[in-house]
Structures are given as C-alpha cells and as structure tokens.
C-alpha cells in the first residue's frame, strides 16, 4: 500500500495496517510492557524471549562446563564473536569472514583507526563532521594526538547546511589532498538521515582516501551491501536495532582487501585461532576480520546476540526495512495530521532513501514535552537542545500503537501538561 495515497487519521485504519503486516508475530517474541509503548528502540533496543533463551544457555554452559565452556557447550565461547560475525555479515553485505563481533563502538573505532590512519607526507588528516555521536569525534581527537598532531587542525569537519543533515557535495568537497582517512556515520543520530555511503565511497576512493562508518543507527534498520560498496571498514553496537542488550559487544566489518594489515591495537584474540594457545611472543594475526579484536570477548554479553540474530534472519532484513519505511512514514503522516497545530518540525528527511529507522521530531519545549510523555507511559528519547526522537521498531511496534501515541502527543499539547515540568534534560534520555 502506498500510504501517502490511502491515510486516514484514523484507529481503524491503524488496526488495517496491523492486520497487513507479515512481521506482526514478532511482537511477541518481544518483552514489550502491557502499559506503555516503547519508542525507543533506536538508542536501547527490547529483549527478546530468543536473546534470554540464548543467554541463560551460556550461563548453563558455564555452569556446566566451566572452562570447558570454550570448546563445548550449546554455544562455545571460543568462536563465538566468529559465529556471531557470520550472523551478522547479511545484515551489512559482507562475507561471513569479514564481519566480527567484538569490542564496543568507540572501542572499535579506536582499533580502526589505530590500524589505518598513516598519515603520510601531506595526507595527514581526518574528515568526520559536525553532526557526528560525540564520542566518534574524542576517539578521533585522541588518535590525531597520538601522532603527534594537532586535533584542531587535523580533525576535519564538515559543516552542515541547517544542523540537522549532511550534504554529500559538500563531503566530497572537503575531500582533500591533505586527507588521509574519512569516518562518516551511515545514519545521524539526530536527524535519522542516511548518508548515500556508496557515493561517498567512490569519491573517497577515487582521491586516494580510506574511508569507514559508524553504523550505530542503521545496523538492522537498512540494508547495507559494504562489501558491494567496497567500504574499506565499519564499526557498530549491538544493543539499538539489533536489540543485543545494555552494553553488548559491538561489531566491526573490515573489506577482506585489507586483510593482512597489522591490526594497531594487537591482542592475543586477534591471532588465527590454531595459533592462539601456541602462547609465542610473536602474533600470527588471523586472516579475516578477526585480526582486530583484542582480549577476551565478553561471553556473556554476546549471548543475547545469538537469539536476537536469529530473528533478524527469519523476518529478512528487506522485510524489515520495507516495515521500517511504512510505519515511521504513517508516523510521520500522522504528525502532520493531528499536531499541525503545536509548532512541530519533522527534521528526519522525508524521502525513503534518505531516512533511517527513525524519525525525529523538533520543538522548543521537547525536553519537557519527553516529560510529559513519559509520564503518560510512552517511552522516547531526548536530544538537546530540541529533539523528541522517535522510533517504531519494525519487529515490536504496531501501527495501532503509534496511533495511540499521536493521540497521547494531542493530548498532551492541548492541556499543556508539559508545563508542570522543566524544560531540561534529564541524565540519559
Ligand atoms: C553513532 C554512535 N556512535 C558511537 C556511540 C558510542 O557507542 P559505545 O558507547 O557503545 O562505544 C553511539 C552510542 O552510544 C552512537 O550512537
Ligand atoms: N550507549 C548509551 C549508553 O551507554 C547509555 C545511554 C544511551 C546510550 C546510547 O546508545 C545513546 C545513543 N547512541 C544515541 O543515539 O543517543
């Protein structure tokens, strides 16, 4: 159905679409409270009954086993981050051996660039930009320090237009000689907007530049064909879409075509695995993506990820991206209807190609707005200064509820019921 032809405002209409959507059934798979409705799935995503399964299994296999638990088990610890890394290849486009579960984000972003920044004669800079996750932009200020440069004059950002999207001419254009290695991220965190990385790549690669991305908010919302792209490497978490839990180990992708580069930050987990108990003083790095972790996975915090994968591969990652695109398309339909009134500005792109998993919503009240809805036991987030993010997630939110949230927004706008609140944020969402 082509939404923008056939919306109506209204429940029935909500309850239409419910009974259209073939993923419907794994909302039950999902803790989902009877009370609220969860729209926050783009910063922690919910547990799954599969990721609680996949976790108590390995706190049997440690019970069990005890350290035996790395060779045998349900789940052996010791190829674990590989097997998850196999799991996860579809859901970016990459070969099985070139995706692995390890490490967090910053941690991962760390090891990447300790591995393939080199400046070198002139090229001695990164490009990120403005809009990036913090936390991208420290790890970057910090590997420029170790090479004896200066982070203001050699960490590059590329300014935005409006502050809530970037332009892939004006990337392009800071693309410079001087650079060395570029690190966008697939999906803003703010705005929801997706960069067209295929682009970017090519004009990368085109002037001589690596290039790698955070893929923190789009790893299971979009597809992704990295290995298709020719993405020299990328970087995310497990725990938003992909619903791995609070903390779960990340994951990187490397392009095979850099296997065999040293990793810069080495560890004994990185060695090919026959090799790993050999205990020699010198590393035989493995040769796949696995090179690049570090020391001992967290066993426990991949677990979930095994249960969690599996849903990601019975839905299809089209399927729930089609999903992704329809509900937060009805959402976005649904403000314009209903709070056109209140000073709202959609500041996610409105074109399909350009939006991520979810749609983020501007005014000068949010943080107290987020309040208030809070208090009626709906759950988004919070950015400052001004931004209500919200995300149907495709595997557990029905249209139905967004509906109902759409009321609750009305509701609350109407009465001023944020009022009674500061307009402040509060300590994470
Ligand atoms: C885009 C992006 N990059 C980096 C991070 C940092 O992730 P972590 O704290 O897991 O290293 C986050 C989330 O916190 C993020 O959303
Ligand atoms: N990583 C987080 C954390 O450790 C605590 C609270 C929230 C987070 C998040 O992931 C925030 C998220 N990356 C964001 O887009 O704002």
New binding site residues.
């Given amino acids: 159905m082509v939404l923008s032809n056939f919306f109506q405002p209204t429940l029935d209409f909500a309850k239409q679409l419910d009974k259209e959507d073939n993923l419907s059934h794994f909302r039950e798979e999902f803790y989902l409270k009877p009370d609220s409705i969860y729209m926050d799935g783009?910063?922690?995503g919910l547990l799954s009954r599969r990721a609680e399964r996949t976790l108590l299994e390995s706190l049997a296999d440690w019970k069990e086993h005890g350290i035996d638990g790395w060779t045998q088990g349900n789940h052996p610890w010791f190829t674990l981050s590989e097997k998850l890394g196999e799991l996860s290849a579809p859901l970016i486009g990459a070969s099985p051996d070139e995706v692995i579960v390890t490490g967090s984000?910053t941690v991962n972003l760390h090891q990447l660039v300790a591995t393939f920044y080199k400046p070198e004669g002139a090229r001695t800079k990164i490009l990120a930009d403005e809009l990036t996750?913090p936390s991208d932009i420290y790890a970057l200020q910090s590997q420029i320090r170790i090479h004896g440069y200066d982070p203001d004059t050699h960490l590059i950002r590329v300014k935005s237009r409006d502050g809530r999207f970037l332009e892939e001419d004006d990337i392009i254009e800071a693309m410079a000689d001087d650079i060395a290695l570029i690190i966008l991220p697939t999906v803003l965190?703010?705005s929801g907007q997706i960069l067209d990385m295929k682009r970017l790549t090519e004009e990368a690669h085109r002037r001589g530049i690596l290039i790698g991305f955070d893929g923190?908010?789009s790893i299971g919302a979009i597809p992704h064909s990295f290995s298709e792209w020719d993405v020299d490497f990328a970087y995310w978490?497990n725990?938003?879409h992909l619903n791995g839990g609070?903390?779960g180990v990340g994951g990187l992708f490397v392009n095979r075509k850099h296997f065999g580069t040293n990793p810069g930050l080495a560890g004994w987990f990185g060695s090919r695995k026959d090799k790993q108990f050999d205990m020699e003083h010198t590393l035989t790095p493995a040769e796949s993506a696995g090179a690049y972790q570090i020391g001992t996975p967290h066993v426990l915090s991949l677990a979930p990820l095994l249960g969690s994968l599996e849903i990601f591969s019975e839905a299809g990652i089209a399927n729930i991206r089609q999903k992704s695109l329809q509900i937060n398309q009805y959402l976005m339909n649904l403000i314009e209807h209903e709070l056109a009134d209140y000073g709202f500005i959609i500041g996610s792109p409105r074109e399909d190609v350009r939006r991520g998993g979810h749609v983020s919503l501007e005014h000068e009240e949010a943080a107290r707005i987020c309040k208030a809805l809070k208090k009626n036991n709906v759950i988004p987030?919070f950015?400052a200064p001004n931004i209500i993010?919200l995300a149907p997630v495709a595997l557990y939110t029905s249209y139905a509820e967004v509906w109902e949230v759409i009321q609750i927004f009305k509701k609350i706008m109407a009465e001023e019921q944020y009022k009674i609140f500061h307009n402040e944020r509060e300590v994470?969402?």
Avoid: I, M, Q
């Fill in positions: 783009n910063s922690l984000t996750f965190y703010r923190c908010h978490c725990y938003k609070p903390g987030d950015r993010r994470v969402a």
